[in-house]
């Protein structure tokens, strides 16, 4: 009985941790939904819904939103077993985001001075989230590190998603003025993405009373992919 009440405390913490994990990978899902809902939705007849390689990096993309959401559910109910079986699946998919992207960045944009700053960034940050997703299944074995290394490999992608979260919202945004539209995407952008960084950096230090190292890591090949931007 004792060992019990000792434990309990651990016991307690897991918990936590694993409501934060689904709960982040629900809000990441429920954005990509929400700003890609034109084409899956309302406005399927668009020309970039008849754009094989769109679509292709479109099922990629959302393939693996939704695999992360269904992994850290699986973890959050108990089912592990079911959850490394998934593992290899993540995997591909993970591939397939990572070689259609690239291959949209090759045919669309024609070298690296003709993209703007964000979309330099997300160049490099497309290799960041590679090594991210690689490093978390070279740590699968260490949960601490597996479930870090995927979530900030997730946020890496976001850009896309919170850059046309007001898209659905057109229609009710028409009647204010050009400046006052964009000074309000770009706080949600900043705030927003900044702020899924931020949850885990709290996350951490409300369970560790530090910042764990994957975290430190992730974070640090993010703020270089931007660094690198803005320096160049």
């Not at 993209?115 to 074995?141: E, H, I, K, S, W």
């Not at 960084?197 to 270089?224: K, M, N």
Request: glycine residues 6%; proline residues 5%; positive net charge.
């Amino acid at each position: 009985m004792p060992s019990t009440r000792l434990n309990e405390p651990e016991a307690s913490s897991r918990q936590a941790g694993r409501r934060y994990y689904a709960g982040v990978s629900g809000i990441t899902l429920a954005l990509t939904l929400w700003s890609f809902s034109d084409n899956l939705l309302w406005n399927v007849g668009q020309p970039s819904n008849r754009d094989p390689l769109r679509v292709i990096h479109g099922l990629f993309t959302l393939g693996w939103m939704l695999l992360f959401f269904a992994q850290a559910t699986l973890i959050r109910v108990g089912h592990v077993r079911l959850h490394r079986r998934l593992g290899l699946v993540g995997v591909a998919v993970a591939a397939g985001t990572t070689l259609s992207t690239a291959w949209l960045f090759v045919v669309i944009w024609k070298g690296w001075a003709a993209m703007p700053d964000y979309l330099q960034a997300n160049r490099l940050l497309l290799v960041v989230y590679a090594v991210l997703v690689t490093l978390g299944f070279r740590a699968r074995r260490r949960p601490d590190h597996h479930r870090r290394y995927l979530l900030l490999a997730t946020l890496c992608m976001m850009e896309p998603v919170l850059s046309r979260a007001f898209d659905p919202l057109a229609p009710l945004l028409d009647p204010l003025p050009a400046a006052q539209v964009d000074a309000a995407w770009w706080l949600f952008f900043v705030i927003t993405w900044s702020g899924l960084f931020l949850s885990l950096w709290l996350h951490d230090w409300s369970r560790e009373r530090r910042i764990h190292p994957a975290t430190l890591r992730g974070s640090a090949g993010v703020a270089l992919a931007w660094l690198v931007v803005w320096l160049l």
